[in-house]
């Protein structure tokens, strides 16, 4: 696909227009009026995504999961096993490389080809509207995908950290798939089986939300849903930005320290044949703190289609998606960029006309 080969235009960083102390963001980043953050937005303690103690009876784990599965497609995890102190050492040693002198940072630029490395936009559309933030994207699973290259050199506890990091969300993303199936209904190693058993596959992308002068503009990351499996967020504790769609509203998620925020994405939406919702969400920027999250996404082996799985596709719940593996589905959010849920809607099979 040449149209994956580079980007259409040069890059600009994010984190250099916000250090130039503009008063003003350009043009290329704001969004029309009804893109924008709302101030009507519900952002108070009435409705919130579900927060779920994993160390709780596993039978009602599994019920309140499902259930926020269904409902939200969202939910924040506590007592979920990682280490809240390796949670923040690998936060902080991405902080340490988005703070690194820039000329560093280049050395590391992407391109669309793999998107591995340190990037500024997504898609690769020319005259494309642009979102307030950098990232650094890299594949972390499974070794053999692993380009030790394409990862920081430093801080020095960059790569050791993260790798540690990986090996832990790993372990919580195995044990998930195990709850989400039996959520379904299904024995609970089904979901697994379904993503390729031990060639399951994960993908690390670390946010960086500059500050930014005109916030009411603009967006960090535009209404999106995650392509792969399950996404593992693990967000500023004090500072909020991400924004989950629900019933037509955008709900501001309240953060919940120490804890991680789980996202079911498009795969599994495909393979629970839409019981479980891979729910669209963005994010806001501000004028006073800057915003790091990093996102674990959780994915199948990249090339055995998949489809809603057997025993959920029954007489009055006919299949809902149409095959295809997760390379051929992730093409379309690289050259697309962030487009809300129009990607699995093209996969949605069409009913057939019922004549009466
Ligand atoms: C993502 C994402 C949310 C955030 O990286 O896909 O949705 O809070 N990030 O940065
Ligand atoms: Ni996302």
């Known amino acids: 696909m040449d149209c994956l080969q580079d980007w259409p235009e040069p890059i600009v960083r994010v984190q250099s227009l916000s250090e130039s102390g503009a008063s003003t963001i350009p043009a290329r980043y704001i969004k029309p009026p009804n893109d924008r953050p709302?101030?009507?937005?519900?952002?108070?303690?009435?409705?919130?995504?579900?927060?779920?103690?994993?160390?709780a009876d596993p039978e009602h784990v599994a019920r309140v999961v499902s259930s926020a599965c269904r409902e939200w497609g969202f939910f924040q995890v506590v007592n979920h096993g990682v280490d809240p102190k390796l949670m923040r050492c690998a936060r902080d040693t991405w902080c340490g490389f988005f703070h690194e002198p820039m000329e560093i940072k280049q050395q590391y630029a992407n391109s669309p080809k793999t998107y591995e490395g340190y990037g500024s936009r997504l898609g690769?559309?020319?005259?494309?509207?642009?979102?307030?933030?950098?990232?650094?994207f890299l594949h972390v699973h499974p070794?053999?995908?692993?380009?030790?290259?394409?990862?920081?050199?430093?801080?020095?506890?960059?790569?050791?950290?993260?790798?540690?990091?990986?090996q832990e969300l790993l372990k919580l993303c195995r044990r998930l798939m195990r709850v989400l199936s039996k959520g379904l209904?299904?024995?609970?190693?089904r979901l697994q089986e379904a993503f390729g058993g031990d060639k399951d596959g994960a993908c690390l992308r670390v946010n960086f939300y500059p500050k930014c002068p005109q916030p009411d503009l603009t967006l960090g990351l535009s209404p999106h849903s995650d392509p792969g499996g399950m996404t593992v967020l693990q967000v500023d504790d004090h500072v909020k930005g991400l924004q989950v769609r629900k019933d037509g509203a955008w709900v501001t998620v309240q953060p919940v320290p120490d804890s991680f925020i789980i996202n079911i994405a498009d795969q599994i939406e495909v393979l629970s044949n839409g019981a479980y919702k891979s729910v669209e969400h963005r994010v806001m920027v501000s004028s006073t703190a800057e915003r790091l999250s990093m996102a674990f996404f959780y994915?199948?082996?990249?090339d055995i289609p998949l489809a809603p799985i057997p025993q959920l596709v029954m007489p009055d719940r006919?299949?809902?998606?149409?095959?295809?593996?997760?390379?051929e589905y992730r093409l379309?959010?690289?050259?697309?960029?962030?487009?809300?849920?129009?990607?699995?809607?093209?996969?949605?099979?069409v009913p057939k006309a019922v004549h009466v």
Request: charge should be positive; glycine fraction near 6%.
């Open 38 to 55: 709302s101030p009507t937005a519900i952002s108070n303690c009435h409705v919130s995504i579900p927060v779920i103690d994993m160390s």
């Open 124 to 136: 690769t559309k020319k005259g494309a509207s642009l979102d307030w933030g950098d990232y650094y």
């Open 143 to 166: 070794p053999s995908l692993i380009n030790q290259e394409k990862w920081p050199a430093l801080p020095s506890s960059l790569r050791p950290t993260t790798d540690e990091y990986t």
């Open 185 to 189: 209904g299904l024995k609970e190693g």
């Open 299 to 302: 994915n199948p082996s990249s």
């Open 318 to 327: 006919p299949p809902l998606f149409l095959p295809m593996t997760f390379n």
């Open 332 to 349: 379309y959010i690289r050259k697309n960029g962030p487009k809300g849920k129009s990607q699995v809607e093209s996969l949605k099979i």
